[in-house]
C-alpha cells in the first residue's frame, strides 16, 4: 500500500507519541473525590454511593471541609466553581465574597492616607460578606439530585463525632493560637491548643448546620443565623449587616475557554484572574514548544517565568469585578496581544520587570484556601476552589455558631499601589467599593483532550495557585507525568513584582539556579515556602480516574 506524504507524517507523529504516564495514584473504576482532608472526600464518595452526582457531592464535601479543614473550609468564606456535564455543558459559578455596604475606597486608609496596619487583615473589620452557602444552594438547586437534608445529615455527624488531629493540623493551630487568642479572647470556644490524635468537636457548628438543613438557603442569609451572624460582626466592630446578608447572591458565570494544542482549558473567570491569567501564560509560551525541554530545566523554568511575569502584571492592572470595571478581555487574549508581549523575551536574558511595567512590593507566603476536584459515575465533573482568605480568615471565630470569618477586604488593593498579605500590588480596578468583589487568584479548572474530559484541577496558594495549576497542565501534559506526579513535582513561581523567582525546598539543584542566575534572573534565597497543595483527578485512557493528591498536606482521593 502506498502512503501519502502528509499521511506518513501523521503516522509518524501518531507512533512518536509516548504513552499515557501509567497511574501512580489512587485509582478508581467509576468516580473520585480528592479534598483537604479524607473525612471530606469520604463524604463525598458516600453521597455518590447514594445516588447523588458531582454537584451534590460538592455541597457535602465543601460543609465537611468547614468542619475537618476550618484553616480554609469555611461557611463564612466564598470560593469558585467550574463544572463540566457529563454531555460537555461548561459552566462557572462565582460565590466570591462582596464588600459591604458601608464599605468605600479608603476605609482602611489612615487621615494621611497610609494603610491602617490588620485593619484589612485581622479581626472583624476584615470581613466581607461570605458567599458560601449561596453558592452550594445555587448549585444544588440548578443540579442536585439528593435532597439537601440527606447531603448534609453526615456532615452533622461528622461535627458532632468529632475530626480526628493530624499533625499537619495540631503544627498550625500551633502556630495560629496566639493570633486566635488575640482575636477571640482566651474564653473562645474554638480549641486553641491541641495535638495530633486529639478530637475537635464544635456542637455550635452542628446546631447552626441542623437550621440550615431544615430552613435551606434562607437560614443563613435572612434567618435566625444571619441575625446572630450580622450582630456578631458589628459588636466586633465589623460592617457586616442583616441587609448585606440579605441582599447577597451567587452569579453564574461564563468561565474562560481556551485551546492550548489539542487541550481545551476551562477555567474561572472574572472576579478571579486565575483563567484569564493562565490562558495568557498558555498562549504566551505555546509557540515555543516547551515538551522538547526536561521538565523543570532551566530553559523550561526561563521560558515560564517570562510568560508568568508578563501576565502577572497584567492581571494586577487589569482585572478586577466585571461588574464594576470594564476589562478588555477581547485585547488581554488576542493572540496578536499575547505574541507582541513575548516579542522582548529572550533566552539569553531575563527581561526585567521594570520593563515590563512599575511596581515595588514584599512577598508573603502563603498558602491558605483550599481546593477539591469531583468526578462522578455519571461523567460529571466539579472543580471547586474556596476560601477564607488567610489562614483561619480574619482568625474571628463566632462561638455561638461554629465557624471562622472571612478576612477578604484584603484581595482589594485598599491603597492602588500599596501590596496585599500575598505581595501582590493591585490597581484601581480592584479598588474597594460597597457591594463589589474583590479580585482572586483562585484557579478551578477543568481540561479537555481530544473533546473528551481529561483533567480535573485546582489549588490553594494565594498568588502562587495560578503558576501551580498552569504547572500542573503542563507537567501532565508536555512531560507526560502521572496525575499523582504531576501534582507531587516540585514547582516555582515568579508574578512579576518581586522580580524574583521562588523555588519550593529541596526541588531544585544549585545547578539550575546558577544557570538562571548566570542569564539574569533574581532567586528567593530565603527560606522557601511549599508552592500550592495541587488536588486533581485525571480521566485515564479506558475510562477509570487516577487522583493526585497533594502530600504537602494532608490531601486524600476516595474513589470505587
Ligand atoms: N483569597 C485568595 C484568593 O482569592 O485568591
Not at 158 to 170: F, S, W, Y
Not at 279 to 297: L, R
Not at 414 to 427: C, D, E, R, Y
Request: hydrophobic content about 40%.
Amino acid at each position: 500500500m502506498k502512503y501519502s506524504l502528509p499521511l506518513l507524517l501523521l503516522l509518524l507523529f501518531i507512533n512518536c507519541k509516548p504513552n499515557p504516564a501509567t497511574p501512580t495514584g489512587e485509582v478508581a473504576d467509576k468516580a473520585m473525590v480528592v479534598s483537604a482532608r479524607k473525612e471530606a472526600s469520604q463524604i463525598g464518595v458516600e453521597i455518590l454511593k447514594k445516588g447523588g452526582n458531582a454537584f451534590d457531592v460538592m455541597v457535602g464535601t465543601d460543609l465537611a471541609l468547614a468542619v475537618a479543614y476550618p484553616f480554609a473550609g469555611n461557611l463564612g468564606g466564598g470560593g469558585f466553581m467550574v463544572y463540566r456535564q457529563s454531555n460537555g455543558d461548561v459552566g462557572a459559578l462565582d460565590y466570591r465574597e462582596k464588600a459591604p455596604l458601608a464599605a468605600h475606597r479608603d476605609m482602611y486608609l489612615d487621615s494621611t492616607g497610609n494603610v491602617i496596619p490588620g485593619m484589612s487583615t485581622v479581626g472583624a473589620t476584615a470581613v466581607a460578606v461570605p458567599g458560601t452557602l449561596a453558592g452550594l444552594f445555587e448549585v444544588h438547586e440548578k443540579f442536585g439530585t439528593l435532597p439537601i437534608e440527606e447531603i448534609i445529615a453526615p456532615v452533622i455527624e461528622l461535627v458532632e463525632q468529632g475530626v480526628e488531629v493530624t499533625e499537619k493540623q495540631a503544627n498550625r493551630l500551633e502556630y495560629y493560637r496566639e493570633q486566635i487568642m488575640e482575636v477571640n479572647g482566651d474564653n473562645t470556644l474554638f480549641y486553641t491548643s491541641c495535638k495530633a490524635g486529639d478530637t475537635l468537636r464544635y456542637s455550635a457548628l452542628a446546631n447552626t448546620l441542623k437550621r440550615i438543613a431544615k430552613n435551606g438557603r434562607d437560614e443563613f442569609y435572612n434567618g435566625e443565623t444571619a441575625k446572630i451572624l450580622a450582630k456578631f460582626i458589628q459588636d466586633k466592630g465589623g460592617f457586616v449587616t442583616e441587609e448585606d446578608l440579605a441582599s447577597y447572591e451567587a452569579q453564574w458565570r461564563q468561565p474562560v475557554i481556551f485551546t492550548y494544542k489539542d487541550l481545551r482549558i476551562i477555567s474561572m473567570s472574572p472576579p478571579s484572574s486565575g483563567g484569564v491569567t493562565m490562558n495568557q501564560i498558555f498562549k504566551m509560551i505555546e509557540p515555543y514548544d516547551i515538551g522538547k525541554y526536561d521538565h523543570n530545566s532551566p530553559e523550561a523554568i526561563q521560558l515560564l517565568t517570562e510568560a508568568f511575569r508578563r501576565s502577572y502584571a497584567d492581571r494586577n492592572f487589569y482585572l478586577g469585578d466585571p461588574d464594576f470595571v470594564d476589562i478588555p478581555l477581547d485585547v488581554l487574549l488576542s493572540g496578536a496581544y499575547l505574541k507582541e508581549r513575548m516579542d522582548t523575551f529572550s533566552w539569553d536574558q531575563a527581561t526585567l520587570s521594570s520593563e515590563v511595567s512599575h511596581g515595588e512590593v514584599q512577598i508573603a507566603e502563603s498558602m491558605e484556601t483550599t481546593h477539591y476536584s469531583i468526578v462522578d459515575g455519571f461523567g460529571n465533573a466539579v472543580s471547586v476552589t474556596t476560601t477564607l482568605n488567610g489562614a483561619y480568615g480574619s482568625k474571628l471565630y463566632c462561638d455561638e455558631l461554629g465557624f471562622f470569618l472571612n478576612n477578604e477586604m484584603d484581595d482589594f488593593s485598599s491603597k492602588p499601589g500599596v501590596p496585599n498579605m500575598f505581595g501582590l500590588t493591585g490597581a484601581e480596578a480592584n479598588s474597594i467599593a460597597a457591594e463589589k468583589r474583590m479580585l482572586s487568584s483562585m484557579t478551578p479548572t477543568i481540561v479537555e483532550k481530544d473533546g473528551n474530559l481529561w483533567l480535573v484541577v485546582g489549588t490553594p496558594g494565594g498568588s502562587t495557585i495560578i503558576t501551580a495549576v498552569a504547572q500542573t497542565i503542563l507537567n501532565a501534559y508536555e512531560f507526560n507525568q502521572s496525575m499523582q506526579d504531576a501534582v507531587n513535582a516540585p514547582r516555582f513561581h515568579h508574578q512579576w513584582l518581586p522580580d524574583l523567582i521562588i523555588f519550593e525546598p529541596g526541588g531544585f539543584s544549585g545547578d539550575i539556579k546558577d544557570r538562571l542566575k548566570a542569564k539574569g534572573y533574581q532567586i528567593n534565597e530565603d527560606r522557601t515556602p511549599v508552592i500550592g497543595k495541587v488536588d486533581a483527578i485525571r480521566v485515564l485512557p479506558d475510562g477509570r480516574l487516577e487522583g493526585g493528591a497533594d502530600p504537602r498536606g494532608d490531601d486524600t482521593a476516595v474513589g470505587y
